[in-house]
C-alpha cells in the first residue's frame, strides 16, 4: 500500500470518527432531559441562604512577592502550604497567620504544590518539569534552606498538578503538559504508571489538573486542553476508563463530590459542570452570567463543601462564587464583599473539616474565610 492510500484511508478515518463522536454528542443532549436544578426545583427545595456575616475574611496572608499559583491544606487542617512566582513555598499556620517554613525553590517557576497526608512532606512542580519532595523535618542547609528529598523526574513537559495519594505519603499523582498523568513511588523515585501518552484513549493535550476519588484511592479524574475530563483507574494505565465531554475551553480544574459518585470541572468556558462517574452523564451547569465587554471570565480553581450542597468556584476576573449545587443559584460572591482580593482568583481550597475556605490571587495574598455567625458548616 502506497504512502497515498494510507494519507487517504488515515482522513477517511478521522473523518468518521469525528462524525461518530457528534453523534455521541446528540445523542447525549437528547439523554438529557433534565438537570438536578429543574428536578430540585420541581420538588419545591429552596435555595441556601447567606447572610453578610456567614462568611467571612478572617485572615490575610501575606508574605509572598509574586503571583500565588497554588494552594493546600493540611488534614489535620490549621496548615496550608502555598506556592508563588517569587520561587518560594511557605507553610503557614492558618490560625495565627505565622509562617512556619518558606522554602527556596530550586526552579522558580513553581505551577503546583499539595501537603502529603501525614503533614510531613510537600510536593511542588512547574516549568522545570520535575516534582520536587521537601521533608519539613528535614534540617536546613548552611544558607539556611531546606533541602530537596526526592526529585521525581520523567515527564517530558512541565508539572502542572500534584496530589499524594490519601492516607499515603508514599504515592503521589501528577499531571503534565506532555498529556500524561503518573503514579509516583516517592521512596523508590520510580514512575509506577503512566496514564495517556501513547495510549490512544489519553489526553490529547496539555492536563492541568488531577482528583484523586478520596472514597476510592484507586480512581482518580483529570482534566485537560483537549477540553474534556477523563476517569482513570490506576490498576489499568493503558486505557481511561470514562471520558467526560461538555466543555468548549480548557478544563482548568477537578474536584471529586464528596461522595466520590460525582466530579466537578471548571473551564476557560467560564462554565463548572457536575458529572457522574457511574453513568458519564452530566448533570448540571454552573454558568457565569455577569459578562464585562462580552469576555467570558475562566473559572481558575473549583471546590466542594463539606456535605457537596456548596460549590465554590473561583474566576479570572476576581470573582468567587458560591454556587447552591442543587439549585444551580450563586448564593454568594465572595469577590463583592469587603478585604475581598484584588486580583484574579488563581486557586482556593477548604479545610478537611469544612470551616474554612482559603483563596489564591494574583494579587500576591491569600485570604481565609470562615464560616461566622449562626451559620453552619454546610
Same mark, same amino acid.
Given at each position: 500500500?502506497?504512502?497515498?492510500?494510507?494519507?487517504?484511508?488515515?482522513?477517511?478515518?478521522?473523518?468518521?470518527?469525528?462524525?461518530?463522536?457528534?453523534?455521541?454528542?446528540?445523542?447525549?443532549?437528547?439523554?438529557?432531559?433534565?438537570?438536578?436544578?429543574?428536578?430540585?426545583?420541581?420538588?419545591?427545595?429552596?435555595?441556601?441562604?447567606?447572610?453578610?456575616?456567614?462568611?467571612?475574611?478572617?485572615?490575610?496572608?501575606?508574605?509572598?512577592?509574586?503571583?500565588?499559583?497554588?494552594?493546600?491544606?493540611?488534614?489535620?487542617?490549621?496548615?496550608?502550604?502555598?506556592?508563588?512566582?517569587?520561587?518560594?513555598?511557605?507553610?503557614?499556620?492558618?490560625?495565627?497567620?505565622?509562617?512556619?517554613?518558606?522554602?527556596?525553590?530550586?526552579?522558580?517557576?513553581?505551577?503546583?504544590?499539595?501537603?502529603?497526608?501525614?503533614?510531613?512532606?510537600?510536593?511542588?512542580?512547574?516549568?522545570?518539569?520535575?516534582?520536587?519532595?521537601?521533608?519539613?523535618?528535614?534540617?536546613?542547609?548552611?544558607?539556611?534552606?531546606?533541602?530537596?528529598? !526526592?526529585?521525581?523526574? @520523567? =515527564?517530558? +513537559?512541565? /508539572?502542572? *498538578?500534584?496530589?499524594?495519594? &490519601? $492516607?499515603?505519603?508514599?504515592?503521589?499523582?501528577?499531571?503534565?503538559?506532555?498529556?500524561?498523568?503518573?503514579?509516583?513511588?516517592?521512596?523508590?523515585?520510580?514512575?509506577?504508571?503512566?496514564?495517556?501518552?501513547?495510549?490512544?484513549?489519553?489526553?490529547?493535550?496539555?492536563?492541568?489538573?488531577?482528583?484523586?476519588?478520596?472514597?476510592?484511592?484507586?480512581?482518580?479524574?483529570?482534566?485537560?486542553?483537549?477540553?474534556?475530563?477523563?476517569?482513570?483507574?490506576?490498576?489499568?494505565?493503558?486505557?481511561?476508563? !470514562?471520558?467526560?465531554? @461538555? =466543555?468548549? +475551553?480548557? /478544563?482548568? *480544574?477537578?474536584?471529586?463530590? &464528596? $461522595?466520590?459518585?460525582?466530579?466537578?470541572?471548571?473551564?476557560?468556558?467560564?462554565?463548572?459542570?457536575?458529572?457522574?462517574?457511574?453513568?458519564?452523564?452530566?448533570?448540571?451547569?454552573?454558568?457565569?452570567?455577569?459578562?464585562?465587554?462580552?469576555?467570558?471570565?475562566?473559572?481558575?480553581?473549583?471546590?466542594?463543601?463539606?456535605?457537596?450542597?456548596?460549590?465554590?468556584?473561583?474566576?479570572?476576573?476576581?470573582?468567587?462564587?458560591?454556587?447552591?449545587?442543587?439549585?444551580?443559584?450563586?448564593?454568594?460572591?465572595?469577590?463583592?464583599?469587603?478585604?475581598?482580593?484584588?486580583?484574579?482568583?488563581?486557586?482556593?481550597?477548604?479545610?478537611?473539616?469544612?470551616?474554612?475556605?482559603?483563596?489564591?490571587?494574583?494579587?500576591?495574598?491569600?485570604?481565609?474565610?470562615?464560616?461566622?455567625?449562626?451559620?453552619?458548616?454546610?
Amino acid at each position: 500500500m502506497s504512502v497515498s492510500e494510507l494519507k487517504e484511508r488515515h482522513v477517511a478515518a478521522a473523518e468518521t470518527v469525528n462524525s461518530l463522536r457528534e453523534l455521541l454528542k446528540q445523542k447525549r443532549l437528547l439523554l438529557l432531559d433534565t438537570d438536578i436544578a429543574r428536578y430540585a426545583t420541581a420538588q419545591g427545595r429552596s435555595p441556601v441562604s447567606f447572610g453578610p456575616t456567614d462568611l467571612v475574611c478572617c485572615r490575610t496572608l501575606q508574605g509572598h512577592t509574586g503571583k500565588v499559583y497554588s494552594l493546600d491544606w493540611t488534614p489535620e487542617r490549621n496548615r496550608i502550604v502555598s506556592a508563588s512566582q517569587d520561587g518560594r513555598l511557605i507553610v503557614w499556620n492558618a490560625l495565627t497567620s505565622q509562617k512556619t517554613h518558606a522554602i527556596k525553590l530550586p526552579c522558580a517557576w513553581v505551577m503546583t504544590c499539595a501537603f502529603s497526608p501525614t503533614g510531613q512532606s510537600v510536593a511542588c512542580g512547574g516549568l522545570d518539569s520535575v516534582c520536587s519532595i521537601f521533608n519539613l523535618n528535614s534540617p536546613t542547609d548552611k544558607d539556611g534552606n531546606l533541602p530537596v528529598s !526526592r526529585m521525581l523526574s @520523567g =515527564h517530558k +513537559g512541565y /508539572v502542572s *498538578s500534584c496530589q499524594y495519594v &490519601p $492516607d499515603e505519603d508514599t504515592h503521589l499523582i501528577t499531571s503534565s503538559g506532555d498529556h500524561t498523568c503518573v503514579l509516583w513511588d516517592i521512596t523508590t523515585g520510580i514512575r509506577t504508571s503512566v496514564f495517556g501518552g501513547e495510549f490512544q484513549s489519553g489526553h490529547t493535550a496539555d492536563v492541568l489538573s488531577v482528583s484523586i476519588n478520596g472514597s476510592n484511592s484507586r480512581m482518580f479524574v483529570s482534566g485537560s486542553c483537549d477540553s474534556t475530563a477523563r476517569l482513570w483507574d490506576t490498576r489499568v494505565a493503558s486505557r481511561a476508563v !470514562r471520558t467526560f465531554h @461538555g =466543555h468548549e +475551553g480548557d /478544563v482548568n *480544574s477537578v474536584k471529586f463530590f &464528596p $461522595d466520590g459518585n460525582r466530579f466537578g470541572t471548571g473551564s476557560d468556558d467560564g462554565t463548572c459542570r457536575l458529572f457522574d462517574v457511574r453513568t458519564g452523564h452530566q448533570l448540571q451547569v454552573y454558568e457565569h452570567h455577569q459578562h464585562v465587554d462580552n469576555e467570558i471570565p475562566h473559572v481558575t480553581s473549583i471546590a466542594f463543601s463539606i456535605s457537596g450542597r456548596l460549590l465554590f468556584a473561583g474566576y479570572s476576573n476576581g470573582d468567587c462564587y458560591v454556587w447552591d449545587t442543587l439549585l444551580a443559584e450563586v448564593v454568594l460572591n465572595l469577590g463583592s464583599l469587603q478585604n475581598s482580593h484584588e486580583g484574579r482568583i488563581s486557586c482556593l481550597g477548604l479545610s478537611a473539616d469544612g470551616s474554612a475556605l482559603c483563596t489564591g490571587s494574583s494579587d500576591t495574598n491569600l485570604k481565609i474565610w470562615a464560616f461566622g455567625g449562626h451559620r453552619k458548616v454546610i
